[in-house]
């Protein structure tokens, strides 16, 4: 797949880019004056040497030879200085600007819906971030300021020779052609190479970052053949685009050596015949023309893998925008939302439509009302759509239709922590974060002291099992909480809702992976907490349910009965037939 040939031309994205650059214009405009001064003074050396040879080191004037090479010296040291300068003025805004557009890109996919997580794959976010951004600093520390440089450099080098001896400029210059031909075909090639590049690199993350997240499956199953099998591929796609570019590089560069003999020799061959002919010496000119020609084709063999540097970094740009300008994104509340300390707890869904894909309706019109205090339970089959009711209570997800009010206010119209400060859940699937037990029940929030958090582990006697961790609180946990049981990652869950106290609860099977001694140890925590509280409970244990206010079954999205365990065993409907199906077979799922 080649790349668009729009995408270079594209001065739009561009403009975009480099409006990250605003706030570094002094680098910016730093680089820009020293470009322009490299440029002017690079014809000066082959000036200086022609002078020395043909006016000092022929006439033998020794003394002048001494000050003219003193001079040179010093314009060599002057010249070091600006590059060093011009290099790290590019860098430096190159780096700022990457600094900058991956905390707007991160900050984005913070608040990006969960529905685009659902369907972009963790790896290729990771490269927008990390390896795409990257390819955007290249715009500026080897693209376009350093391309308008190498472009000044070489017009004031072509104005001196021209200046110099028209005519031998224009021998020199017999070879160029092929230069030119050479450089756009070597530019066509290494393009379509690095866009090759850089989707075998998404795919390699994406795929390394899935297989190490679900390696236990990878494993369990012994698949490890069939997975390397796949890695293979990906990798040899990835090595056979890189060696594609290798062997464009390989070509080009001994061209670009082969068109520079060939002028040389046209030079010596051109100034021989002129000494020849007027019986002059043509050697200060012969040195100033083969400096020239070396001052030429330096930048001339880089710049097509300039442009092409900078063609990748807009491409890259490109990749990153569509990630900044995603519209499936939570907005920040504005200035006036509503933002409650507390809430009583009400909730009512008033006939909630919700699809994760258009057109496949996953809630048909779902409504039900909460009285602040009670305790609703939602059972129903797996994919009846219970754990996407508390999903959407949190503004993890936009619906389609109908409301959703907390107190009588649209969640819509809350500001977002406020909200999510008074709803917390604990989820089937514990995420812990690496770092230390207190990090991950605290998530780093300094508002929360450690006698807090002790005094919750107390609450559900987890206290005395943390302290026998080596460390005790601060005990890293490793990544994803590798190094606790499903059942202690889940508990440690139950601490962090305790510590910051909402109005309203929500367990999602909370207890489905916790074992029976386990269950026993946090029911009673499970009770002091959900009391006064509005709370959610979705459970598959039926018999953990029955004290519930109410409860709500779902079937394929739609609300099939509601009532107390009392109730819909007298009605003889699906909740009694779920009741009936556990309690003959104490293992099935619901």
């Not at 930048?299 to 890259?316: C, S, W």
């Not at 962090?496 to 026993?520: F, G, W």
């Not at 409970?537 to 079954?553: C, M, Q, Y």
Request: a neutral charge; hydrophobic letters at 45%; charged letters at 20%.
């Amino acid at each position: 797949m080649t790349a668009p040939k729009k995408t270079f031309f594209d001065f739009a994205l561009l403009k975009r880019v480099f409006r990250y650059a605003a706030p570094y214009k002094r680098q910016f405009y730093l680089s820009v004056v020293l470009a322009i001064l490299l440029a002017l003074i690079t014809p000066v050396r082959p000036l200086l040497i022609k002078v020395t040879v043909n006016e000092y080191i022929s006439n033998e004037m020794a003394a002048m030879l001494i000050n003219i090479t003193l001079i040179q010296i010093g314009l060599i040291l002057v010249e070091t200085g600006m590059r060093f300068l011009f290099s790290y003025a590019t860098a430096l805004l190159g780096q700022s600007v990457v600094k900058d557009m991956r905390i707007a890109t991160y900050k984005k996919i913070m608040h990006l819906n969960l529905s685009q997580f659902d369907k972009t794959p963790i790896g290729t976010l990771t490269t927008r971030t990390i390896n795409d951004i990257e390819s955007i600093n290249d715009i500026f520390s080897d693209g376009l300021v350093p391309i308008i440089a190498d472009l000044l450099s070489i017009a004031c080098v072509l104005t001196y020779m021209f200046i110099s001896d028209w005519q031998l400029t224009l021998i020199a210059l017999i070879p160029f052609p092929i230069m030119i031909i050479g450089t756009y075909y070597f530019k066509e090639s290494i393009n379509r190479s690095f866009h090759k590049v850089r989707n075998a690199v998404a795919a390699l993350n994406a795929f390394v970052q899935e297989h190490l997240t679900g390696m236990a499956v990878v494993q369990a199953f012994a698949a490890e053949e069939r997975e390397m099998d796949k890695f293979k591929k990906i990798n040899r796609e990835h090595r056979d685009a890189n060696i594609k570019a290798i062997f464009a590089y390989s070509v080009f560069f001994p061209l670009v050596e082969i068109v520079l003999a060939l002028s040389i020799g046209l030079v010596v061959w051109w100034t021989s015949k002129e000494a020849l002919n007027l019986h002059e010496s043509q050697q200060g000119t012969v040195i100033s023309f083969i400096l020239c020609l070396n001052l030429l084709f330096r930048p001339l063999r880089m710049i097509a893998d300039k442009f092409n540097v900078l063609q990748m970094g807009i491409i890259a740009s490109e990749r990153v925008f569509k990630v900044l300008d995603n519209p499936d994104f939570t907005p920040e509340s504005p200035a006036d939302a509503y933002k409650p300390d507390t809430v009583k707890g009400k909730i009512d869904f008033d006939k909630v439509v919700f699809e994760y894909t258009p057109g496949v309706p996953v809630l048909k019109e779902v409504s039900f009302s909460v009285n602040p205090g009670e305790t609703i339970a939602i059972v129903g089959r797996t994919g009846s759509g219970k754990t996407t009711i508390i999903s959407l209570l949190n503004r993890l997800y936009h619906i389609q239709g109908g409301s959703i009010r907390i107190d009588g206010v649209d969640i819509e119209q809350f500001d977002l922590d406020a909200l999510r400060k008074n709803v917390g859940v604990v989820l089937q699937d514990v995420f812990l974060f690496s770092g230390s037990v207190m990090d991950n029940i605290t998530l780093r929030n300094p508002e929360i002291s450690r006698e807090k958090v002790i005094e919750a582990a107390k609450l559900i006697e987890m206290h005395e099992f943390i302290m026998r961790l080596p460390g005790g609180y601060d005990y890293n946990v490793m990544e994803r909480g590798a190094t606790l049981s499903l059942g202690q990652r889940q508990l440690l869950s139950f601490i962090r809702a305790m510590l910051y106290n909402p109005s309203i609860l929500i367990l999602d099977e909370a207890t489905s992976s916790v074992d029976t001694e386990s269950e026993q140890l946090i029911q009673h925590a499970i009770d002091t907490l959900i009391k006064g509280r509005t709370s959610i409970v979705i459970a598959h244990r039926l018999s953990t349910i029955r004290k519930a206010h109410k409860i709500l079954v779902l079937d394929k999205g739609e609300v099939k009965e509601m009532g107390t365990h009392e109730e819909l065993m007298q009605l003889k409907g699906h909740y009694a037939k779920l009741h009936e199906m556990q309690f003959e077979n104490p293992e099935a799922a619901i």
